[in-house]
């Protein structure tokens, strides 16, 4: 028998058209449910992604801020220690570097500054 038969058949119109059209609506469920489920698991993977990498630019900007600060630190103590530094070669330089000297000496002791 031919394909023609079976689908201009009244058989085919009543058996076998809506046993294929329930086959086929069974399959279009399941790559439905199949692509549903990739797109969740794309998106979890997606707002992970978004996630950690908020975290790691939130610590790196924190390590960054914490460098800045240092060096900005560093930087105004070695300006300061420059012009110290720069200060005993003017006039009398010298003795304003002594007078700046915080030194604790004890009472029973004498302090013998050489010239």
Do not use: H
């Amino acid at each position: 028998m031919s394909k023609s038969f079976y689908k201009n058949s009244i058989f085919y119109d009543k058996y076998l058209k809506p046993a294929f059209k329930l086959k086929q609506q069974k399959q279009e469920n399941f790559v439905s449910l199949v692509f549903l489920i990739i797109k969740i698991c794309f998106s979890l993977l997606a707002i992970i992604s978004l996630i950690k990498l908020g975290y790691n630019s939130k610590v790196r900007l924190t390590r960054l801020r914490e460098i800045q600060d240092s060096f900005s630190y560093e930087k105004y103590r070695f300006n300061f220690l420059t012009s110290r530094f720069d200060d005993l070669f003017s006039s009398e330089g010298e003795q304003r570097f002594m007078k700046d000297q915080d030194q604790i000496i004890s009472r029973d002791i004498i302090r013998v500054i050489w010239r």
